[in-house]
């Protein structure tokens, strides 16, 4: 069976907990806010998102953050009948962000933030005393300072001690991602080492304290697909969780490149989970927990409030998008189609063959439906005046590929498709997939241009995130009447919303 992720699309860095009989999941946002999207499940294999951890402009400020900036790696922890997560903002000067809850599905507290924690990727784990120890990727004058440790107040996020170092890895670039572990009278580290790319891996270690000394486990690394021919690539940053009944289970990300060498990958970062079995003291990977495959199409703005998958780069959604008599509206924000300052709101592309489809007015502005990798990669449909046109973003580059005449008002039905790219593997010419944008009539779908899917890739873009399917506005303001998506990671599958 092709493994397949247990959360698909843009959804990096897990780390789960469990309460119960149910398990709950967070995730990095970058520059997207809401921040911190919250899944639950009670299997592993079958995720519901919930939320979003950092819902509200007081817990969250990314309205600085450059292109896979903002909200980096989390941690969620349940202790002393609460639920806790931490992550790092890099985008407003605060570094951590501690927030708790008593329910998770309600809303989350105020944040503490620990500025004396400088580092991405912290860690919650309690000592034997009730201290909690916060341990990180720590960041120094002249850079990365490698996995190091401390305790902090809760309450005021202040650091209890001085800086630690801990366990460095077995020699990969960017230690990074450590969770600790108290199991059976030992403490288990588990890192990322070697760099989110194809050098990715998890190793561990363990140690009678939870500030080491550290012992490699033996048989490092316990996972990676670093030279493997697999679908699945850059697999790590890592976390473990044990089940009710005594078994343990691990969530960790990777991505699916397609194409013609170095391949590409558009869904950024997603989440998949294997089984754990224990031997000799230490954790080996065991078979892949992997979902059924199945089309999904889903309508997401017919009701009245925004879905949680909706997010947006630098605000929140509702900054820019209002329920409006017959549909939402999005409105511009000062800037050009090429600026960070874009107004956009959108979802993730989560299946290797999708499609979006938006019935838009655009009387009152200029603006439509686009697909994004981030503010310099996208292809965008725009609407204005009486004209469409298919327009693509690569880096400085902005160039019209094709545009057909509308009515001056009224409704207009915008889609765009990734489809399956057609050629030999050995061609350089092959990339992940084909993008078209066009306009519907009479139910069939009229292309208006096309693009190579690498040019809104991870691999061409560079960055941390994964495409998003929306609605953007660059004056003025658009009325959206229905958004529908569709996706399969069948490829024979029809990338259609008809």
């Not at 309600?106 to 916060?134: H, K, N, Q, T, Y």
């Not at 094709?402 to 498709?417: K, M, N, S």
């Amino acid at each position: 069976m092709t493994p397949r992720p247990v959360v698909p699309g843009f959804h990096p860095d897990p780390s789960v907990c469990r309460v119960g009989e149910t398990y709950w999941m967070v995730h990095s946002s970058f520059e997207y806010a809401p921040g911190v999207p919250l899944y639950r499940s009670t299997d592993l294999v079958a995720w519901e998102q919930v939320g979003s951890v950092l819902s509200r402009p007081s817990q969250l400020d990314v309205s600085a953050a450059p292109g896979s900036g903002g909200i980096t790696a989390c941690t969620i922890r349940h202790h002393d009948g609460r639920f806790w997560m931490v992550t790092t903002n890099l985008a407003d000067g605060g570094w951590q962000t501690l927030v708790t809850a008593e329910d998770p599905l309600g809303e989350w507290s105020e944040p503490v933030r620990m500025p004396e924690v400088r580092g991405i990727d912290p860690d919650l784990a309690w000592d034997d005393d009730g201290a909690l120890l916060v341990t990180y990727a720590g960041f120094g004058p002249g850079g990365p300072a490698g996995l190091v440790q401390q305790a902090v107040d809760p309450a005021t996020g202040t650091a209890l001690t001085e800086r630690r170092h801990v366990w460095q890895g077995t020699g990969g670039r960017f230690p990074e991602g450590p969770h600790l572990y108290h199991v059976d009278g030992h403490w288990y580290l588990l890192i990322a080492e070697g760099g989110t790319e194809r050098g990715h891996a998890v190793t561990v270690a363990r140690s009678t304290s939870p500030s080491g000394p550290f012992e490699p486990c033996p048989w490092n690394p316990l996972l990676t697909h670093r030279g493997v021919e697999s679908p699945v690539q850059n697999t790590g940053h890592a976390d473990l969780v044990q089940r009710p009944d005594g078994s343990w289970a691990i969530v960790f990300h990777g991505v699916r490149p397609r194409g013609a060498s170095p391949q590409f990958h558009v869904l950024g970062r997603e989440t998949f989970a294997a089984e754990v079995v224990w031997e000799d003291g230490w954790p080996r990977l065991g078979e892949w927990l992997t979902p059924p495959d199945g089309p999904a199409e889903v309508e997401e703005l017919g009701g009245p409030g925004l879905p949680d998958t909706w997010v947006s780069p630098r605000r929140f959604p509702g900054e820019v998008l209002t329920r409006s008599e017959g549909g939402w509206r999005l409105t511009a924000v000062d800037g050009d189609p090429a600026s960070e300052e874009l107004a956009f709101a959108g979802r993730r592309q989560e299946h290797l063959v999708a499609s979006a489809r938006a019935v838009v007015d655009a009387s009152g502005g200029v603006g439509g439906l686009s697909v994004r990798m981030d503010a310099r990669h996208h292809l965008d449909l725009e609407v204005a005046g009486d004209r469409v046109r298919a327009i693509a973003q690569v880096g400085p580059l902005r160039q019209v590929l094709g545009e057909t005449a509308v009515p001056a008002a009224g409704d207009v039905v915008l889609e765009i498709r990734a489809v399956p790219d057609e050629g030999h593997f050995s061609s350089t010419a092959l990339g992940p997939d084909q993008l078209l944008a066009g306009v519907v009539r009479d139910g069939a779908f009229a292309e208006l241009g096309r693009l190579d899917g690498r040019y809104v890739s991870t691999e061409v873009a560079g960055g941390m995130t994964g495409r998003l399917l929306g609605l953007w506005c660059s004056a003025g303001s658009i009325v959206v009447r229905s958004f529908r998506y569709a996706g399969s990671d069948v490829p024979a599958a029809p990338a259609t919303t008809a």
